[in-house]
């Protein structure tokens, strides 16, 4: 019963790989975008732009959406190692999308220019508040002792939705950053089919398609780790953290 | 068990009211939109641009997003008429959003303007493309009478997710789409916070609003039609439609 409830879906493996080959590539295509076309990156001077949408493509769409994967790729370990690891990843993607952030309002203080006028500022910045909200009632739901397994199995389902729902307007919001860039920059040369207008259709299809890919792994009710594992781990975890020790693996 | 079976979740209709709300200001935020600062709206003259994002509105956020919900609202009404009414809502949809896109193409051809080169523009025929294809093969599998009730339990799954996705891509090309209009029209008065800009802005996010609560009300799994009714309508549809017969509704 233990081995079979943790046994791997045939399909799965096979999706998560492709959802890396598309998260890479996502990030690949934007440095390529930003080295061929924007003069690379910097701190100082006007390459310093460039940090912004290089770091939050690495932590609010590729970090981001392998974070929501974590359950369903590690089956086998302990639920609270997992859950470590999701945390600790959408640490790295938030600390990650920090150093983004100050780039770009350094860069438009550096400039003159004004801050949060736009569209994509507007949703970057809601995105970004909603992802630090949701990490902080996270931890404090599923890490910290205090809550009870009633409250987290009440909160659970809310937590899953608005994760996928912040990352897909994370995704969105990239897209409105990349529209941005390209019609500041292009103008009516964006009209011309300029290799960098395709270069960056391309990526914004791209990232769309990593969306849909993580957003397909996620809803497959067949993918999710079995829940009588589930809820029996995270009873143990409950237990565990409230007496301070650890559990054991199987 | 037939009425608690059909009972509503009391949640539910503040939820569907909520997303009326949202989607009509959706709607209504357009309109006001292109009349406060595009002149309006005309077949004619340069005012038949604005055709497009009215239409799109309609036809590919709020329609669509309503026949996604049918399935929530109409819980007592035979399986059969609420799948009409599901495939009616979207061909609606459908035929809104053609007169949208034939407005576009129409005005960029007048004007000598290129076409299907911007982000937004790849986006919108992808989806619209999408849409179309999900309707015809979700017509094949549930209103044709030829596929069997297995074919169409293994179907059902892929048409929920895909249909969730082709709105949310849906709502996302309208933000690239809102987004290109502010740029070209107001350029670098865009950062001085200009009416027309933050009008922009809020309907961005009201875009926003009204994909995450459709989206919410669909992923509720105690919201969902409940799934014996489902079962048993389906096969008495399917019953029904080979035999040419009409089933009744209790």
């Known amino acids: 019963m233990e081995h079979s409830s943790a046994s791997v879906p045939a399909a ?7 959802s890396q080959l598309l998260g890479l590539t996502v990030v690949a295509v934007t440095g390529a975008w930003l080295g061929l076309y924007r ?3 910097a701190w100082e001077s006007s390459l310093q732009f460039n940090v912004h949408p290089l770091c939050m493509v690495i932590g609010m769409i590729f970090l981001q959406g392998d974070a929501l994967l974590v359950y369903r790729v590690f089956r086998r370990e302990a639920k609270r190692t997992t859950k470590i690891l999701h945390g600790l990843l959408h640490v790295f993607a938030f600390i990650i999308a920090l150093v983004g952030l100050v780039a770009v309002f350094d860069y438009h203080k550096k400039k003159g220019y004004a801050d949060l006028y ?9 995105v970004f508040v909603l992802y630090f ?19 987290r199995s009440r909160y659970r389902p809310q937590h899953i939705f608005f994760g996928a729902t912040i990352f897909l307007f994370s995704v969105g919001t990239a897209l ?19 290799p960098e207008g395709v270069l960056a259709n391309v990526l914004g299809l791209l990232l769309v398609c990593f969306g849909v890919v993580v957003l397909y792994i996620l809803a497959q009710a067949d993918w999710k780790r079995p829940s009588q594992a589930e809820e029996q781990a995270l009873s143990m975890d409950f237990k565990t953290l409230t007496e301070g020790d650890s559990p054991s693996p199987q």
Do not use: N
């Open 12 to 18: 799965l493996p096979y999706y998560v790989a492709f």
């Open 39 to 41: 003069g690379g990156i």
């Open 118 to 126: 736009s569209l994509h500022s507007w949703c970057g910045i809601l």
């Open 133 to 151: 909200v949701q990490w902080l009632v996270g931890f404090s739901f599923f890490l910290f002792p205090g809550a009870s397994f009633s409250l």
């Open 176 to 194: 409105l950053g990349l529209k941005e860039a390209l019609l500041f920059k292009l103008g009516s040369k964006y009209s011309t089919f300029e």
